[in-house]
């Protein structure tokens, strides 16, 4: 097989740049870090797709790796590994028992690294699941399994796609845990509209896209204009995190509670989305209604938590953890790109030499929207007309 260029990153980088930023993550330079490589791909196998990468997507993933911040996983993978677990392709050959695609197709890759027996992922590919190679490249061979059919005529254009297939998964499985949970608790016939809260970030987006979509009222707490703005025409009322100091005290969580009871009738948030936990937590858990959910896949600015137990038990809420979709929840997600899944994309789309800069810059939280890197220069003729 060919080699291309793939982006990596190495445990002795990231050993050098956080001894040069003096341990400090806020001075860490991602760039310094993601190194462009060239990588010789395997042979495709009988179950194997081998496609050319047109667009992908920045992630959290990347900035842990490259931070260390919860565990060093480019050491623990044996020193390196090569990032990218969110991506579009199109694809140029099949595998003698591949049916699904075909050469042409476009295709959207998703993170599931290994399946449990339930379909949930017990690893996340080019994260912690052994041998993966990451879609940060040109071109990649991935397991057919790992693909969902782009559906390149849902309205979007090729950035807002390439957008979703990491984060419209984790929304989607987010808010059907949710609601599930708490119509447990709550019938429709009880309470049909609900409050839903979410804070900021991509996935934070989507959920509220879905909550939106089924009449529900949204609130979306972001330190972001742009972002807010953006989530503004589809109905979510956005609060602005900078006048709560973001959460550093407890007076400025209280602050923030009673500005949700004065949106809510007093009422607060029945679900709640938490991507990034940290001093989010508290506030998530203060602004929670009577029965109220809070669900988190993310850990963004801390690992841990805790909190009053005696306290959510009388308020009958519920924390749940999850983490990535089921393959056919991946399916299902990807239907609803452009119904209900519309993405805010950052202003820039960074070329392929420049994902180093694209992750920095999301490293430091100066991005207008979810970014993109255009991988291909030249585009097929199927997506070259909703780029």
Not at 341 to 369: A, W
Request: proline share 3%.
């Amino acid at each position: 097989m060919p080699k291309t260029r793939a982006y990596s990153i190495r445990a002795e980088d990231v050993a050098a740049e956080s001894e040069r930023a003096g341990g400090d993550f806020d001075q860490v330079d991602i760039s310094r870090v993601l190194r462009l490589d060239d990588l010789e791909l395997r042979e495709v196998g009988r179950s194997d797709v081998h496609m050319k990468i047109l667009a992908v997507s920045g992630e959290h993933n990347v900035d842990h790796a490259v931070l260390a911040d919860t565990v060093n996983i480019a050491e623990t993978r044996g020193g390196k590994i090569y990032p990218g677990n969110s991506a579009v392709g199109e694809v140029l050959a099949v595998g003698s028992d591949v049916t699904r695609f075909a050469a042409g197709d476009i295709v959207l890759t998703h993170c599931n690294g290994g399946p449990d027996e339930y379909g949930y992922p017990t690893r996340i590919w080019a994260y912690d699941a052994d041998d993966s190679i990451g879609w940060y490249s040109e071109e990649a061979v991935v397991g057919d399994w790992q693909l969902v059919k782009a559906p390149v005529d849902c309205g979007l254009s090729l950035w807002e796609i390439a957008a979703l297939p990491l984060r419209a998964p984790t929304a989607y499985h987010l808010w059907r845990r949710a609601l599930g949970i708490f119509r447990v608790k709550v019938s429709r016939e009880q309470l049909a509209t609900l409050n839903v809260l979410s804070f900021g970030g991509g996935v934070g987006e989507l959920f509220l896209m879905l909550a939106r979509a089924e009449g529900h009222n949204a609130f979306f707490c972001a330190g972001s204009d742009a972002r807010r703005a953006a989530l503004e025409r589809f109905g979510v009322v956005g609060i602005d995190q900078k006048e709560y100091n973001r959460f550093a005290t407890r007076d400025d969580v209280r602050k923030f509670s009673r500005k949700l009871r004065d949106l809510t009738n007093g009422v607060q948030a029945h679900i709640v989305c938490d991507m990034l936990r940290g001093p989010v937590f508290a506030a998530g858990l203060a602004a929670a209604a009577r029965c109220g959910v809070n669900v988190s896949a993310g850990w963004q600015l801390s690992q841990e938590v805790t909190y009053n137990s005696t306290l959510q038990s009388v308020k009958q809420v519920t924390i749940d953890h999850t983490h990535y979709e089921t393959p056919v929840g991946c399916e299902a997600a990807t239907a609803l790109y452009g119904s209900v899944f519309k993405p805010t994309i950052h202003s820039e789309v960074y070329p392929f030499e420049d994902l180093g800069r694209c992750m920095h810059e999301m490293h430091k939280n100066t991005q207008t929207g979810i970014p993109i890197v255009r991988v291909a220069k030249d585009l097929p003729a199927s997506v070259a007309k909703i780029a």
